[in-house]
């Protein structure tokens, strides 16, 4: 069966710092894979998604960047952070477009 | 383009009523759809999906929901609500005229009451 596994599960970091937020899916190839956030416990914000290796979409302008390495792995940036940064942050999969999509356990982020 | 409304921010209901948590929906071709939940400090879960054949789905935990294309609704629903379906529950919808990206409501918090 499939897995997803993202890490860490929480973070605090200082304005300023870098932020490294990883996932990887196991039991599938080829899969397409999301970065989204989620603020104060509602809404869900897709920032990047990739539908193969080193081929990365970004649906929102920000200081953050993904990047996918391996098939299954797909990594979260950023250089500098800044306080509104801070929220919930899912890593997800699907086989493809359309279908269910598959969500980690997520990772908080405190920029303090 | 594609659009998902949830009309309730909160839906409140007493245990062992039956509860429904609204969906509509909007896209150009046939939709996708989907109800997942989320209990506090956690991912999304899956419940189920419509794709096409029987407009009643069921899905896990019990909860079931009805496609209605031409109200273009897909309300989430179980006869008997327990305590632990307390949670944010998300419709999504997506379709082959979208590309098939997946767009996500606001979500909608159901407290069940004991």
């Known amino acids: 069966s499939q897995t997803i596994h993202q890490w860490p599960a929480t973070l605090v970091q200082p304005v300023g710092s870098p932020l490294s937020l990883e996932c990887t899916v196991e039991g599938t190839s080829n899969p397409n894979l999301y970065w989204y956030r989620q603020a104060a416990g509602r809404g869900l914000q897709l920032l990047f998604y990739s539908v193969g290796i080193g081929q990365i979409s970004s649906e929102v302008p920000q200081n953050l960047s993904a990047s996918r390495p391996q098939d299954r792995q797909f990594i979260l940036s950023s250089k500098k952070l800044l306080l509104s940064d801070s929220g919930f942050y899912l890593c997800?999969?699907?086989?493809?477009?359309?279908?269910?999509?598959?969500f980690g356990e997520g990772s908080w982020l405190t920029v303090v | 383009a594609q659009s998902v409304a949830q009309p309730e921010d909160q839906v409140n209901v007493a245990e062992g009523n039956p509860l429904t948590v609204k969906c509509t929906y909007s896209?150009?071709?046939?939709?996708?759809l989907f109800w997942y939940v989320q209990y506090p400090n956690r991912g999304l879960q899956f419940l189920l999906k419509?794709?096409?054949?029987?407009?009643l789905v069921k899905g896990s935990y019990g909860f079931e929901a009805e496609f209605n294309k031409s109200q273009t609704s897909f309300h989430l629903k179980k006869p008997s609500a327990l305590v632990s379906d307390s949670a944010l529950y998300f419709c999504a919808v997506s379709a082959n005229t979208g590309g098939f990206k997946t767009i996500f409501g606001a979500g909608t918090r159901l407290f069940v009451k004991a």
């Open positions: 896209v150009s071709g046939n939709p996708y």
């Open positions: 997800a999969w699907s086989p493809g477009q359309g279908n269910t999509i598959y």
């Open positions: 419509y794709i096409t054949g029987d407009n």
